[in-house]
């Protein structure tokens, strides 16, 4: 299995993973990951809605780089929070 994700984290790419990623629910190995990876997963309850749900908190409180012109970017504010405070 390892060889087949080219011995990386099979979610990041980390070189060296070795934590043995299962579904709590089957039993079903998924796959190889980095130790962060793994933690992350359990954190999240192995939840795809808790993830789609951290996704969409980060992107609506991250500051966003959009391209309006070649070369040029504008920060978009986000839809919540503040912007980083320049004076601090």
């Known amino acids: ?9 099979a979610i990041c790419g980390a ?7 299962h579904d709590h629910r089957t039993g079903w190995v998924r ?5 962060n ?5 359990g954190q999240f309850r192995d939840s795809p809605v808790f993830l789609a749900e951290a996704i969409t908190y980060l992107k609506g ?3 966003q780089r959009v391209l309006i012109h ?3 970017f504008q920060m978009c504010s986000p ?3 503040r912007p980083p405070s320049r004076s601090s």
Do not use: E, S, Y
């Open 70 to 72: 070649p070369g040029v």
């Open 61 to 63: 409180t991250t500051w």
């Open 31 to 35: 796959g190889i990951l980095c130790f």
């Open 37 to 41: 990876c793994n933690g992350g997963l």
């Open 79 to 81: 839809t919540r929070g």
């Open 1 to 9: 299995m390892l060889a087949k994700q080219g011995g990386l984290c």
């Open 15 to 21: 070189p060296d993973p070795q934590h043995v990623d």
